[in-house]
Each structure stands twice: as C-alpha cells, then as structure tokens.
T-cell receptor, first 112, second 115 residues
Framework: AQTVTQSQPEMSVQEAETVTLSCTYD???????LFWYKQPPSRQMILVIR??????QNATENRFSVNFQKAAKSFSLKISDSQLGDTAMYFCAYTSYGKLTFGQGTILTVHP | DGGITQSPKYLFRKEGQNVTLSCEQNLNHDAMYWYRQDPGQGLRLIYYSQIVNDFQKGDIAEGYSVSREKKESFPLTVTSAQKNPTAFYLCASSIRLLEGTETQYFGPGTRLLVL
C-alpha cells in the first residue's frame, strides 16, 4: 500500500523568507503523480503544484517549487518570498491510479 | 460559475440518526469522491465514483453509504453504524478517475457534529 509521510507537524517562517516542507512516500509503482495541496483557515483545498514521476525536471509555479528525488522517494515543497496569505495547512499527496493518498499535513505559519 | 457545492455547511446529528450530506458539481466531471478529515490529520477516502450508477469503497467506508443517480450529484449518508462521525467532510471531483494528469477539485466542506 502506498503511504505518504510528512514529518513536520508545524513550521513557521518570517514574511519574505524561504521555507521548505518535507514529504516522503512509499510505493512500488513506477508511474505516479505527486501533489502539494494548501488548506487555508477557510478549509478550502487548493492545488499548489503537481509533479509527474516520469519527469526529471522539478515543477515550479511562481513562488512554489519542488525538489523531487525519485530514488529517495522524497518530494519537498519550497516556498520563496513567503507571504502572510501562505499561512495554511499543506498536504502532500500521491496517486498512481484512482485515488489520492494524503500525508498528515504540515501547518505553516507566516509571521509579519 | 463552475464548481462544487456542498450543503449544509454545518450539520448536527443525534445519536442513532442517519444524516445525508449533499455534493453537487457543474463541471461535467465523471468522477466524484468523498473524504473525511479529522483534526490534525490528512484526508481519508470514504467512497468514490467514476461514473453514474457505479461507486467503490475507499479506505474507511464502514458506516457510510453513497449513491450516484446523476452525474452532477454524489450524496453521502452517514449512518447510525458510524460510531465516531464528528469530522470535516470534503467532496471532490475530477474529469475522470485519477490517472495523475487530472486535477481533483474540492468543495468547501461540511462540518458534522454529534449532539
């Protein structure tokens, strides 16, 4: 069974600084996809970024980028120039087919 | 506007009562999903449906039931058999069953509380 582990229950960062959230996963599949979702206090789940396992190039979306290490089964999220609106719970998720498996989440607080 | 709506926003259940959570989407998506979120935890899949009149159990289906009579609608019933129903419930949809390239869109959620 696939599992996703986020080892940092909480993180904090100062506004304008950079923070990295960690995620590891376990799978025997070769083709799969990884995601980072953001859940702000409104509880609405928002897709932040997606990575295809067959792509060696790390995905980027504006201030958000990932460090995908397939052999190590690691998928970290880097947020640059942190903003107050980035305060949220962040979930790492995995899918190979049919459903998403989520990690436990990391609460990120951005301080002014 | 296209999207997913869930109602009600808050729902209270009495002991032994069945309650139904509504989920509607106008995105013309074939696949729909129900997740449960407990405080400080990730989402766990309850049921999913890849097409009308078809649905599959997820990881924690016991005590829940669903139906998929229309493409737009995927209601979730929390039965009296679910002994610990207090949680936040999220509905989601994707254009087809996830193979990775599809994006899963989420509704705003329903908070269920037991009286």
């Amino acid at each position: 069974a696939q599992t996703v582990t986020q080892s940092q229950p909480e993180m904090s960062v100062q506004e304008a600084e950079t923070v990295t959230l960690s995620c590891t996963y376990d799978t025997s599949e070769n083709n799969y996809y990884l995601f980072w979702y953001k859940q702000p206090p409104s509880r609405q789940m928002i897709l932040v970024i997606r990575q295809e396992a067959y792509k060696q190039q790390n995905a980027t979306e504006n201030r958000f980028s990932v460090n995908f290490q397939k052999a190590a089964k690691s998928f970290s999220l880097k947020i640059s120039d942190s903003q107050l609106g980035d305060t949220a719970m962040y979930f790492c998720a995995y899918t190979s087919y049919g459903k998403l498996t989520f990690g436990q989440g990391t609460i990120l607080t951005v301080h002014p | 506007d296209g999207g997913i709506t869930q109602s009600p926003k808050y729902l209270f259940r009495k002991e032994g009562q069945n309650v139904t959570l509504s989920c509607e989407q106008n995105l013309n998506h074939d696949a729909m999903y129900w997740y449960r979120q407990d405080p400080g935890q990730g989402l766990r899949l309850i049921y999913y449906s890849q097409i009308v009149n078809d649905f599959q159990k997820g990881d924690i289906a016991e005590g829940y039931s669903v139906s998929r009579e229309k493409k737009e609608s995927f209601p979730l019933t929390v039965t009296s058999a679910q002994k610990n129903p207090t949680a936040f419930y999220l509905c989601a949809s994707s254009i087809r069953l996830l193979e990775g390239t599809e994006t899963q869109y989420f509704g705003p959620g329903t908070r269920l509380l037991v009286l």
